[in-house]
């Protein structure tokens, strides 16, 4: 079985795929997947027409009925495959993409002998070196203006930021440099480098160490952001932005690191721009991203045995958003729910909202209700940070209303 | 002594605090005299015939003039002089090979005149036409050229100091027979990427030259309100950084702190900061009247008394390379090529509309594509308020 590829204007030999064709497609037995996992998608920014990843595939008919989708099946079934946590996955990706270019590095703080302050970068410096895993001092600014200097003039920088929250000391050099310089010089300067750390609501981090910076970024033109979530995607994300020629910054969770999930032996990379489907579904489409993907689909075994039928979207790309999967997804249930963990205001809630209101205002039956933090900075207790972040409950409550 | 985390420190009995300043301030290297006379027994390194120098900075006095009235005139829509600091410009310019990559601020165009840069390059890029290597995407004076090694200015401040580091390590994990350079003012020197620059340049052992033009002025901000410091050279040791003071209108002297400075930087792999003192004669830029701040007098002095072309122009042509008929072919000559290559990138047409949507991204992704096509059906619907010097 392979996925349908659609000729229209596609120059390489991707599949497109259409999430209301996964049920048709989904039925055929999972032994049919080595073909699937064998090819390789190419990055490209053109969203309507690269899909692939064939991760709706594995999604067969069983797991309508079982609601939580990532632990069962997102192992492969080629009977290889390895069993990893996500910063190992992390770590794989990009250590493949340094074996297989010499231009790929690393800079930031402790990312060197220390391997990092989440274990990503462990053993690279061993192996690379200590100038291509580059340990920086405290300077955020500084720093990610070198990796943009390095990046125009050939070098390829995975920029750590240690907590995404400090990156807003690299606003300037990301902003004015990275997202502008290749179309100020007229294209003659490239930027390819991938800006990426945790962020999020950990667990009593304190308020400066609990930022969500994806929406303080989002109006940045000239860069990309995709928000990973799973080992699976986590690596294949990471190569994919380290292949990207754009900027692109990659968003990680400082509670999704030590995340399980056996993924494939062989190579393969996400599109950047591609939302994933988790979990098909008739009645009302969530779109979320990062660690509220687990609060959604926990609130999802709650919905199943109430009877309702949530299709789940980890929208993964945040900007570009991937109007196409959602708004398919729109097409076909008529009713959103999105669940993040930005703050109310100016969100990428909000963001997503405007753009599903003004694309697909004429198939939605009720408004579309956005879930987010409230806009105060996290508090350290546990208790309170607790309900800064959107919590299952909420999201059952939410659902049963916009499904009256 | 303690033995400490980095090496060995001795202790002291006294409380004694460090000044904040030395009683002397750190001198001036200068090798010609206010007259264009070779200071006896100043050392400086020999570079031959530099007939091409004068003839640069000449062009570039000439371009800048011209540029400057072009702009009052309403020809231009900015502009910013770098008169007072041609040798600054030009001399740093011969002192560097072809593959040292230049992070500049945004007056330095001198070192793109020196690489081949042609009058109608400059010409193009200010007025933002077709042929703009930029697409006309920047403001004038904004220039890049990533074939002669010039890195597009950004017009934040101190932005292009970690940038020039990052390319130096660049340099460094390639291992070219290359440097970076990169040119700031004296109020760049106040921004934190600065300080962020040179403390990362010093631990990373980068090849990089960090060359400050001291110009006494930052728009309208003395240096006695930028820093209290003994200016940027003593900033370097503060980094663990070698650095040096140089008359910047001494072109003789300037031309042999970079050249050293450039050896050190590739020999020993370690960054290097020169701060070169001027003057910056003309205004910040087109939307400033500088005579407003400071008094006229000393502008005038500046320009007379150290003005670095005729100091230069006078050693040069005691030693035979120059003369006042060679000057004045060249300026007759330059000015009209000049205005030539302004009346031709005026009358260019300006970029198509198409490439105020491209290069965001390598590819343009379906949202810009859609932006473009809304901005495309406004245009269809008002065809009388779209320029009509802009291409669709």
Known sequence: ?404 | VLDFPGGKVAFTHEIQFISESSQERVPCYSVLDDNGQQITNSHFVQRGSSGEDVSDMVTLQIMDNIYYEAQRQGRLSFYATTIGEEAINIASAAALISGDVIFPQYREPGLLLWRGFTLQEFANQCFGNKSDYGKGRQMPVHYGSNKLNYFTVSATIATQLPNAVGAAYSLKIDRKNACAVTFFGNGGSSEGDFHGALNLAAVMEAPVLFICWNNGWAISTPTSYQFRSDGVVVKGRAYGIRSIRVDGNDALAMYSAVHAAREMAITEHRPLLIEALTYRVGHHSTSDDSTRYRSAYEIEWWNKARNPLSRFRTWIESNGWWSDEAESDLRSRIKKEMLEALRVAEKSEKPNLKNMFSDVYDVPPPNLKEHEFVVRQTIKSHTQDYPSNVPL
């Open chain 1, 1 to 404: 079985m392979s996925a349908i590829i659609r000729g229209a204007g596609a120059a390489t030999a991707l599949s497109t795929f259409n999430p209301v064709d996964s049920k048709k497609l989904a039925a055929p037995s999972r032994t049919n997947l080595p073909a699937r996992s064998k090819r390789y998608i190419v990055a490209g920014s053109d969203a309507s027409k690269s899909f692939g990843s064939g991760l709706r595939v594995r999604h067969s008919q069983k797991l309508i009925a079982n609601a939580v989708a990532t632990k069962a099946d997102t192992s492969v079934t080629t009977g290889t495959g390895h069993e990893l946590l996500l910063y190992e996955a992390l770590q794989e990706g990009l250590e493949e993409e340094m074996d297989r270019d010499p231009h790929v590095c690393v800079m930031g703080e402790d990312v060197g002998h220390y391997g990092g302050s989440y274990k990503v970068t462990k053993g690279l410096a061993d192996k690379f070196g200590d100038l291509r895993v580059l340990d920086t001092p405290i300077c955020e600014n500084a720093f990610t203006g070198m990796g943009i200097g390095a990046a125009m003039t050939g070098l390829r920088p995975v920029i750590e930021g240690m907590n995404m929250g400090f990156l807003l000391l690299a606003f300037n050099q990301i902003s004015n440099n990275c997202g502008m310089l290749h179309y100020t010089s007229g294209g003659q300067f490239t930027i390819p480098v991938v800006i990426r750390g945790p962020g999020g609501v950990g667990r009593q981090l304190g308020a400066e160490h609990s930022q969500r910076l994806e929406s303080y970024f989002q109006s940045i033109p000239g860069i990309q952001m995709v928000a990973c979530s799973t080992p699976y995607n986590a690596k294949g994300l990471m190569k994919a932005a380290i292949r990207s020629e754009n900027p692109v910054i990659l968003f990680e969770h400082v509670l999704l690191y030590n995340l399980k999930e056996k993924i494939p032996d062989e190579e393969y990379i996400c599109n950047l721009e591609e939302a994933e489907m988790v979990r098909p579904g008739e009645h009302i489409t969530i779109l979320t991203y990062s660690r509220m993907r687990y609060h959604v689909m926990q609130a999802a075994k709650t919905l199943v045995n109430k009877g309702y039928d949530p299709e789940v979207i980890d929208i993964r790309s945040l900007k570009p958003f991937d109007l196409y999967t959602i708004g398919n997804s729109v097409k076909k249930t008529h009713r959103v729910l999105i669940v993040e963990e930005c703050m109310r205001t100016g969100g990428i809630g909000a963001s997503l909202t405007a753009a599903i209101n003004e694309n697909f205002h004429d198939y939605l039956d009720a408004p579309v209700m956005c879930l987010s933090s409230q806009d105060v900075p996290t508090p350290y207790a546990g208790t309170l940070e607790e309900w800064t972040v959107v919590q299952p409950a909420q999201i059952v409550t939410a659902v049963e209303q916009l499904c009256q």
